[in-house]
């Protein structure tokens, strides 16, 4: 997004009306490239969120002592 000082700086510059237009076109596809990026990013969050976690393996309780082994 543009601040409000980068639109003060554009107004002092006293561009032309067709000037103006081409800055602002500009601003314009700036927006919505960072636009696209933000949902692009959301949307690979979605995904990952999304994703189920499959565990393999055996799980140990880490509160258990093991038995020894008997001979």
Do not use: Y
């Amino acid at each position: 997004m543009i601040s409000a000082a980068e639109l003060r700086k554009l107004a002092s510059l006293n561009l032309s009306p067709e000037q103006m237009a081409g800055v602002l076109e500009l601003l314009a596809i700036r927006a919505e490239k960072e636009e696209a990026r933000k949902a692009a990013q959301a949307e690979r969050k979605r995904r990952s969120r999304d994703k189920s976690v499959t565990v393999t393996g055996q799980s140990q309780d880490m509160g258990v002592t093991p038995s020894p082994l008997v001979p």
